[in-house]
């Protein structure tokens, strides 16, 4: 099975676009996202309504979809965040709601566990710290996890005997079948890891291959977007620079 992960697109309709004209013209069997679909950016609604309309896409819920479903306790959000949760609600329909309440907290097939967060708390914790990838991976069966969250692209791979390794996100890497992996596919809407450009990660089932690809999208239009709704000015400034 050819995968295309995806995460934290966050109302960003402009890098949304992008991913999905790459993937028209690159084809995978499924694509997967690790959540936020909504938060930060101006167009919640329009991403969602390009998701749905899509026969091989599935997302998982992410802690700004949960927030916005009041789900989730927000005090520890950011004001900025907050900020935009809000502008966000109120350009969503009852139909949207119901879209993003459909959302699982985890998915999982062919040995791949896809989720938000982390596997001891799929919809809020970050994964940063080495201590933490490792304690992680006991807590899931599955040979891959690939998890959103952090808006960095990283892979941690960990051998039978529990030495685990960090890769930075290359063009192609061939993962070991005797090693387990949590891979984090970055962000779409909002990368931190100093590249403005959306993130997509593939993953073949079969051959063990996994790819990461930036793409460039029109930051500005959707900067402009965001100024006319009055998103905070460093949820706008940040889109530049990937920070
Ligand atoms: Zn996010």
Known sequence: MRYAIIS??????????????????????KI???GDIVGYGPDPKQCINRLRLLNNFTSVMGNHDAAILD?????????????????????LSKEDFD????LQI?????????????PR??????LFLTEKFNQVMPLFTEKFCFVGHTHQPIIFEQDNKGNGNFYRAMEIMELDDDKRYIINVGSVGQPRDNNPQACIAFFDSKYLTLSFKRLSYDIEKTQEKMAKFNFPEKLIHRLSFGI
Do not use: Q, R
């Not at 950011?78 to 350009?91: F, P, T, V």
């Not at 879209?99 to 459909?102: D, K, P, V």
């Open 99 to 102: 879209y993003l309440s459909s």
């Open 8 to 29: 934290d697109i966050h109302s960003n309709l402009e890098a949304l676009n992008a991913v999905l004209s790459f993937l028209d013209l690159n084809p995978v069997d």
């Open 121 to 126: 708390d799929p919809i809020n914790e970050y």
């Open 32 to 34: 997967i996202s690790c």
């Open 71 to 91: 789900k989730i306790d927000i005090s520890n959000f950011n004001n900025d965040a907050k900020d935009a949760i809000k502008l966000n609600k109120n350009m």
């Open 106 to 118: 985890k998915i999982s097939e062919n040995n791949i566990l896809f989720l938000h967060g982390s």
